[in-house]
Protein backbone atom coordinates (compact mmCIF):
# COMPACT_ATOMS: atom_id res chain seq x y z
CA UNK A 1 0.00 0.00 0.00
CA UNK A 2 0.83 3.90 -0.57
CA UNK A 3 0.66 4.27 3.06
CA UNK A 4 3.57 1.68 4.29
CA UNK A 5 5.46 2.92 1.74
CA UNK A 6 4.98 6.89 2.96
CA UNK A 7 6.02 5.79 6.55
CA UNK A 8 8.81 3.68 5.96
CA UNK A 9 10.28 6.82 3.59
CA UNK A 10 9.58 9.41 6.05
CA UNK A 11 10.93 7.25 8.84
CA UNK A 12 14.23 6.84 7.19
CA UNK A 13 14.50 10.09 5.81
CA UNK A 14 14.42 11.43 9.52
CA UNK A 15 16.86 8.38 10.78
CA UNK A 16 19.08 9.71 7.84
CA UNK A 17 19.10 13.26 9.83
CA UNK A 18 19.02 12.02 13.09
CA UNK A 19 22.11 13.47 14.33
CA UNK A 20 21.37 17.00 13.12
CA UNK A 21 17.72 16.66 14.02
CA UNK A 22 18.93 15.37 17.79
CA UNK A 23 21.64 18.51 17.65
CA UNK A 24 18.55 21.04 17.17
CA UNK A 25 16.32 19.55 19.61
CA UNK A 26 18.50 19.30 22.08
CA UNK A 27 20.05 22.72 22.19
CA UNK A 28 17.19 25.42 20.87
CA UNK A 29 14.32 23.07 22.49
CA UNK A 30 15.62 20.74 25.05
CA UNK A 31 13.74 18.44 23.78
CA UNK A 32 14.91 14.57 23.54
CA UNK A 33 14.62 12.97 20.11
CA UNK A 34 13.98 9.34 20.58
CA UNK A 35 14.85 6.81 17.36
CA UNK A 36 14.42 3.16 17.78
CA UNK A 37 13.23 0.18 15.27
CA UNK A 38 9.92 1.10 17.29
CA UNK A 39 9.26 4.59 16.64
CA UNK A 40 10.63 7.92 16.19
CA UNK A 41 9.52 10.54 18.89
CA UNK A 42 10.22 13.92 20.00
CA UNK A 43 9.63 14.17 24.49
CA UNK A 44 8.02 17.57 24.14
CA UNK A 45 7.56 19.76 27.15
CA UNK A 46 5.64 23.04 26.43
CA UNK A 47 7.52 26.38 27.42
CA UNK A 48 3.98 27.48 29.18
CA UNK A 49 1.12 25.78 30.47
CA UNK A 50 -2.27 26.71 28.42
CA UNK A 51 -5.40 25.03 29.16
CA UNK A 52 -5.87 23.97 25.57
CA UNK A 53 -3.07 21.55 26.82
CA UNK A 54 -5.00 19.35 27.98
CA UNK A 55 -6.32 15.56 26.29
CA UNK A 56 -9.93 16.80 23.94
CA UNK A 57 -10.85 13.58 24.34
CA UNK A 58 -10.97 13.57 27.68
CA UNK A 59 -13.65 15.54 30.11
CA UNK A 60 -13.36 15.04 33.27
CA UNK A 61 -9.83 14.93 35.89
CA UNK A 62 -10.84 10.98 36.08
CA UNK A 63 -9.49 10.46 32.91
CA UNK A 64 -5.82 11.25 33.72
CA UNK A 65 -5.96 9.53 36.62
CA UNK A 66 -7.36 6.11 34.22
CA UNK A 67 -4.39 7.29 31.84
CA UNK A 68 -1.58 7.04 34.50
CA UNK A 69 -2.94 3.81 35.89
CA UNK A 70 -2.81 2.37 32.67
CA UNK A 71 0.65 3.67 31.86
CA UNK A 72 1.71 1.87 35.35
CA UNK A 73 -0.23 -1.56 34.92
CA UNK A 74 1.22 -1.96 31.43
CA UNK A 75 4.69 -1.27 33.03
CA UNK A 76 5.09 -4.83 33.46
CA UNK A 77 4.08 -6.09 30.13
CA UNK A 78 6.21 -6.41 27.17
CA UNK A 79 4.93 -5.98 23.24
CA UNK A 80 2.43 -8.59 22.68
CA UNK A 81 1.67 -9.53 25.82
CA UNK A 82 -1.83 -9.99 25.97
CA UNK A 83 -4.47 -9.27 29.26
CA UNK A 84 -8.17 -9.08 29.69
CA UNK A 85 -9.99 -6.01 31.30
CA UNK A 86 -10.57 -7.55 34.64
CA UNK A 87 -7.04 -7.60 35.44
CA UNK A 88 -6.85 -3.77 34.27
CA UNK A 89 -9.92 -2.54 36.40
CA UNK A 90 -8.98 -4.82 39.65
CA UNK A 91 -5.25 -3.05 39.01
CA UNK A 92 -7.18 0.53 39.04
CA UNK A 93 -9.52 -0.16 42.00
CA UNK A 94 -6.93 -1.35 44.18
CA UNK A 95 -4.67 1.51 43.36
CA UNK A 96 -6.96 4.35 42.43
CA UNK A 97 -4.97 7.40 44.82
CA UNK A 98 -8.10 9.61 44.57
CA UNK A 99 -10.63 10.20 46.87
CA UNK A 100 -13.63 7.85 47.21
CA UNK A 101 -13.53 4.67 45.94
CA UNK A 102 -13.76 3.36 42.44
CA UNK A 103 -17.21 1.27 41.25
CA UNK A 104 -17.65 0.05 37.96
CA UNK A 105 -21.46 -0.32 38.24
CA UNK A 106 -21.26 3.77 37.98
CA UNK A 107 -21.92 4.27 34.48
CA UNK A 108 -19.80 7.36 34.39
CA UNK A 109 -16.66 5.50 35.81
CA UNK A 110 -16.83 2.93 32.90
CA UNK A 111 -17.49 5.82 29.97
CA UNK A 112 -14.24 7.46 31.72
CA UNK A 113 -12.28 3.95 31.40
CA UNK A 114 -13.66 3.95 28.04
CA UNK A 115 -12.61 6.98 26.76
CA UNK A 116 -8.79 6.75 28.08
CA UNK A 117 -8.68 2.55 26.40
CA UNK A 118 -9.61 4.09 23.45
CA UNK A 119 -7.30 6.98 23.42
CA UNK A 120 -4.70 4.60 24.68
CA UNK A 121 -5.36 2.26 21.25
CA UNK A 122 -5.26 5.95 19.42
CA UNK A 123 -1.86 6.08 20.98
CA UNK A 124 -0.43 2.60 19.86
CA UNK A 125 -0.16 1.85 23.46
CA UNK A 126 -2.81 -1.24 22.95
CA UNK A 127 -4.42 -3.18 20.71
CA UNK A 128 -8.19 -4.50 20.76
CA UNK A 129 -8.27 -8.72 20.09
CA UNK A 130 -11.11 -9.60 21.61
CA UNK A 131 -14.40 -7.53 22.22
CA UNK A 132 -15.84 -4.04 22.16
CA UNK A 133 -15.24 -1.31 24.60
CA UNK A 134 -18.70 -0.37 23.81
CA UNK A 135 -19.75 -4.30 25.74
CA UNK A 136 -17.94 -2.61 29.21
CA UNK A 137 -19.78 0.58 28.76
CA UNK A 138 -23.13 -1.14 28.87
CA UNK A 139 -22.07 -4.42 31.30
CA UNK A 140 -19.46 -3.73 33.88
CA UNK A 141 -18.80 -7.69 33.36
CA UNK A 142 -17.81 -7.54 30.10
CA UNK A 143 -14.45 -8.83 29.34
CA UNK A 144 -12.04 -7.60 26.53
CA UNK A 145 -9.09 -9.07 25.75
CA UNK A 146 -5.94 -6.45 24.67
CA UNK A 147 -2.32 -6.89 23.66
CA UNK A 148 0.30 -4.74 24.71
CA UNK A 149 2.66 -3.12 21.79
CA UNK A 150 5.31 -1.94 24.20
CA UNK A 151 5.81 1.55 23.28
CA UNK A 152 3.96 2.66 26.51
CA UNK A 153 7.29 3.08 28.05
CA UNK A 154 8.06 6.06 25.51
CA UNK A 155 4.89 7.68 26.33
CA UNK A 156 6.05 9.78 29.08
CA UNK A 157 9.09 12.02 29.56
CA UNK A 158 12.09 10.84 31.82
CA UNK A 159 12.12 12.67 35.16
CA UNK A 160 15.85 13.71 37.27
CA UNK A 161 14.65 13.45 40.13
CA UNK A 162 11.19 12.50 42.89
CA UNK A 163 8.02 13.89 41.14
CA UNK A 164 5.81 12.13 43.97
CA UNK A 165 5.79 15.69 45.88
CA UNK A 166 4.63 18.12 43.11
CA UNK A 167 1.38 19.38 43.29
CA UNK A 168 1.11 21.83 41.08
CA UNK A 169 1.29 21.81 37.26
CA UNK A 170 4.04 24.16 36.57
CA UNK A 171 6.13 22.32 39.21
CA UNK A 172 6.50 20.16 36.46
CA UNK A 173 8.54 22.99 34.63
CA UNK A 174 10.28 23.84 37.13
CA UNK A 175 11.69 20.47 37.52
CA UNK A 176 13.09 20.22 34.71
CA UNK A 177 14.51 23.94 34.47
CA UNK A 178 16.16 23.18 37.98
CA UNK A 179 18.72 21.39 36.15
CA UNK A 180 19.69 24.35 34.19
CA UNK A 181 19.40 26.61 37.13
CA UNK A 182 23.11 28.11 36.40
CA UNK A 183 22.31 28.44 32.72
CA UNK A 184 19.21 31.00 32.46
CA UNK A 185 20.10 31.87 29.00
CA UNK A 186 19.18 28.38 27.47
CA UNK A 187 16.72 28.08 29.80
CA UNK A 188 14.84 31.42 28.22
CA UNK A 189 16.34 30.15 24.56
CA UNK A 190 14.43 26.45 25.33
CA UNK A 191 11.61 28.21 26.98
CA UNK A 192 10.73 31.12 24.01
CA UNK A 193 11.39 28.31 21.28
CA UNK A 194 8.77 25.93 22.78
CA UNK A 195 6.08 28.46 23.32
CA UNK A 196 6.92 30.07 19.35
CA UNK A 197 6.15 26.31 18.50
CA UNK A 198 3.75 25.12 20.16
CA UNK A 199 1.61 28.30 20.50
CA UNK A 200 -0.71 30.10 18.49
CA UNK A 201 0.79 33.44 19.16
CA UNK A 202 3.63 34.70 21.92
CA UNK A 203 2.13 37.90 24.12
CA UNK A 204 3.92 40.27 24.67
CA UNK A 205 3.82 41.09 29.13
CA UNK A 206 4.99 44.74 28.64
CA UNK A 207 8.08 45.75 28.34
CA UNK A 208 10.02 43.89 30.96
CA UNK A 209 9.19 40.85 29.50
CA UNK A 210 12.14 38.38 29.42
CA UNK A 211 10.60 35.75 26.53
CA UNK A 212 9.39 39.15 24.32
CA UNK A 213 12.65 40.83 24.91
CA UNK A 214 14.47 37.66 23.96
CA UNK A 215 12.40 37.34 20.51
CA UNK A 216 13.07 40.98 19.65
CA UNK A 217 17.13 40.84 20.89
CA UNK A 218 17.48 37.44 18.64
CA UNK A 219 14.79 37.48 16.03
CA UNK A 220 17.69 37.20 13.16
CA UNK A 221 18.20 33.79 14.40
CA UNK A 222 14.85 32.94 15.01
CA UNK A 223 13.67 33.63 11.88
CA UNK A 224 16.48 31.48 10.23
CA UNK A 225 16.02 28.86 12.60
CA UNK A 226 12.03 28.43 11.89
CA UNK A 227 12.58 29.03 8.08
CA UNK A 228 15.19 26.92 7.34
CA UNK A 229 13.41 23.51 10.13
CA UNK A 230 9.97 24.32 10.07
CA UNK A 231 9.51 26.36 6.64
CA UNK A 232 7.99 28.83 8.65
CA UNK A 233 7.72 32.75 8.68
CA UNK A 234 8.32 34.57 11.98
CA UNK A 235 6.21 37.31 12.71
CA UNK A 236 6.66 39.75 15.08
CA UNK A 237 4.20 42.38 16.26
CA UNK A 238 4.24 45.46 18.36
CA UNK A 239 2.05 43.13 20.80
CA UNK A 240 3.00 39.27 20.00
CA UNK A 241 4.74 36.96 17.65
CA UNK A 242 4.13 33.96 15.88
CA UNK A 243 5.19 31.73 13.13
CA UNK A 244 3.07 31.08 10.03
CA UNK A 245 4.06 28.03 8.16
CA UNK A 246 4.40 27.49 4.63
CA UNK A 247 3.12 24.13 4.33
CA UNK A 248 0.66 22.93 6.92
CA UNK A 249 0.46 19.44 6.00
CA UNK A 250 3.06 17.92 8.60
CA UNK A 251 1.28 20.02 11.45
CA UNK A 252 -1.30 17.92 13.29
CA UNK A 253 -3.09 20.94 13.81
CA UNK A 254 -3.04 24.41 12.37
CA UNK A 255 -5.19 27.25 12.41
CA UNK A 256 -7.55 27.79 9.91
CA UNK A 257 -8.30 24.11 10.06
CA UNK A 258 -10.54 23.97 7.17
CA UNK A 259 -14.19 23.79 9.46
CA UNK A 260 -17.24 26.34 9.28
CA UNK A 261 -16.12 27.35 13.21
CA UNK A 262 -12.39 28.47 12.05
CA UNK A 263 -14.67 30.13 9.06
CA UNK A 264 -16.89 32.52 11.47
CA UNK A 265 -13.52 33.15 13.87
CA UNK A 266 -11.87 34.70 11.11
CA UNK A 267 -14.87 36.83 9.88
CA UNK A 268 -15.39 37.43 13.63
CA UNK A 269 -12.23 38.62 14.01
CA UNK A 270 -11.96 41.12 10.61
CA UNK A 271 -15.38 42.79 12.38
CA UNK A 272 -13.15 43.46 15.32
CA UNK A 273 -10.58 45.28 13.38
CA UNK A 274 -13.40 47.01 11.38
CA UNK A 275 -14.11 48.34 15.28
CA UNK A 276 -10.80 49.09 16.24
CA UNK A 277 -9.75 50.82 12.94
CA UNK A 278 -13.26 52.83 12.97
CA UNK A 279 -11.52 53.97 16.59
CA UNK A 280 -15.12 52.56 17.92
CA UNK A 281 -12.41 50.16 20.24
CA UNK A 282 -9.35 51.08 21.86
CA UNK A 283 -6.16 49.00 22.10
CA UNK A 284 -4.58 48.77 25.91
CA UNK A 285 -0.81 48.90 26.60
CA UNK A 286 -0.80 45.18 25.65
CA UNK A 287 -2.82 44.92 22.89
CA UNK A 288 -6.11 43.69 24.31
CA UNK A 289 -10.00 44.78 24.25
CA UNK A 290 -12.34 44.12 26.86
CA UNK A 291 -16.10 44.04 25.96
CA UNK A 292 -18.86 42.54 28.20
CA UNK A 293 -19.97 38.92 26.60
CA UNK A 294 -23.88 41.14 25.63
CA UNK A 295 -21.31 42.60 23.39
CA UNK A 296 -19.34 39.95 21.89
CA UNK A 297 -22.62 38.73 21.35
CA UNK A 298 -23.81 41.28 19.94
CA UNK A 299 -21.29 41.55 16.94
CA UNK A 300 -21.83 38.13 16.56
CA UNK A 301 -25.10 38.56 15.37
CA UNK A 302 -23.70 40.91 13.12
CA UNK A 303 -21.23 38.67 12.21
CA UNK A 304 -24.22 36.23 11.17
CA UNK A 305 -26.34 39.07 9.37
CA UNK A 306 -23.62 39.71 6.98
CA UNK A 307 -22.08 36.23 6.83
CA UNK A 308 -24.40 33.59 7.40
CA UNK A 309 -24.98 32.30 3.85
CA UNK A 310 -21.87 31.10 3.60
CA UNK A 311 -21.95 29.45 7.04
CA UNK A 312 -23.51 25.62 7.23
CA UNK A 313 -27.12 25.20 8.26
CA UNK A 314 -26.86 23.76 11.36
CA UNK A 315 -24.75 27.13 12.68
CA UNK A 316 -27.65 29.83 10.52
CA UNK A 317 -29.98 28.23 12.56
CA UNK A 318 -28.48 27.95 15.93
CA UNK A 319 -29.82 29.91 18.88
CA UNK A 320 -27.87 32.98 19.41
CA UNK A 321 -26.43 32.26 23.24
CA UNK A 322 -25.55 28.66 22.20
CA UNK A 323 -23.28 30.17 19.42
CA UNK A 324 -21.82 32.61 21.13
CA UNK A 325 -20.53 30.10 23.75
CA UNK A 326 -19.13 27.72 21.31
CA UNK A 327 -17.31 30.19 19.12
CA UNK A 328 -15.86 31.99 22.50
CA UNK A 329 -14.50 27.99 23.36
CA UNK A 330 -13.74 27.61 19.93
CA UNK A 331 -11.47 30.99 19.61
CA UNK A 332 -10.16 30.52 23.49
CA UNK A 333 -8.66 27.14 22.69
CA UNK A 334 -6.68 29.33 19.52
CA UNK A 335 -5.78 32.14 22.48
CA UNK A 336 -7.61 34.60 20.62
CA UNK A 337 -10.14 35.63 23.32
CA UNK A 338 -10.37 34.49 27.44
CA UNK A 339 -13.48 35.02 29.47
CA UNK A 340 -13.90 36.23 32.78
CA UNK A 341 -17.34 34.21 34.23
CA UNK A 342 -17.09 36.09 36.89
CA UNK A 343 -17.31 40.04 35.15
CA UNK A 344 -18.81 38.44 32.12
CA UNK A 345 -16.32 39.81 30.25
CA UNK A 346 -14.49 39.08 27.00
CA UNK A 347 -10.48 39.94 26.64
CA UNK A 348 -9.91 39.60 23.12
CA UNK A 349 -6.34 39.27 22.22
CA UNK A 350 -4.14 40.83 19.59
CA UNK A 351 -3.91 37.45 17.26
CA UNK A 352 -7.87 37.94 16.84
CA UNK A 353 -7.35 41.55 15.69
CA UNK A 354 -4.53 40.41 13.10
CA UNK A 355 -6.31 37.95 11.10
CA UNK A 356 -8.76 38.09 9.19
CA UNK A 357 -10.12 35.67 6.21
CA UNK A 358 -12.67 36.12 3.13
CA UNK A 359 -13.89 33.71 0.76
CA UNK A 360 -13.15 33.90 -3.14
CA UNK A 361 -14.59 35.96 -5.59
CA UNK A 362 -15.93 32.88 -7.26
CA UNK A 363 -17.47 31.64 -4.39
CA UNK A 364 -21.17 31.35 -3.92
CA UNK A 365 -22.96 31.57 -0.99
CA UNK A 366 -24.31 28.63 0.36
CA UNK A 367 -22.15 26.63 -2.39
CA UNK A 368 -21.23 23.12 -0.41
CA UNK A 369 -23.03 23.71 2.45
CA UNK A 370 -23.96 21.04 5.26
CA UNK A 371 -27.82 20.94 5.58
Request: aromatic share 12%.
Amino acid sequence: MEEVLLLLENYYRIKDKEQELRAFFREKLGYTLIVNPYLIRVVKTPGELQTWMGISAFLTPLDYSFLFLILAFLEDKGAEDQFVLSELTEYIVTFYPGEGPIDWTLYQHRRALVRVLQYARDMGLLHLNDGSEQDFSDNAEAEILYESTGLSRYFLPSFASDITTLREAESFLNQEWGELAEDRGMIRRHRVYRRLLLSPMVYSRGLDDPDFLYIRNYRNTLERDFAHWLKGDLHLHRFGALVILEDRRYSPKAFPEGNNLADIALKLAGLFREKVNKGRWTLDELGTITIIEAEFTAVLQECRTRFASSWYKTYRERPLDKLASEVLEYMEGWEMVQRDPLLRTVTIFPLAVKLVGGYPDEFKPGEGELV
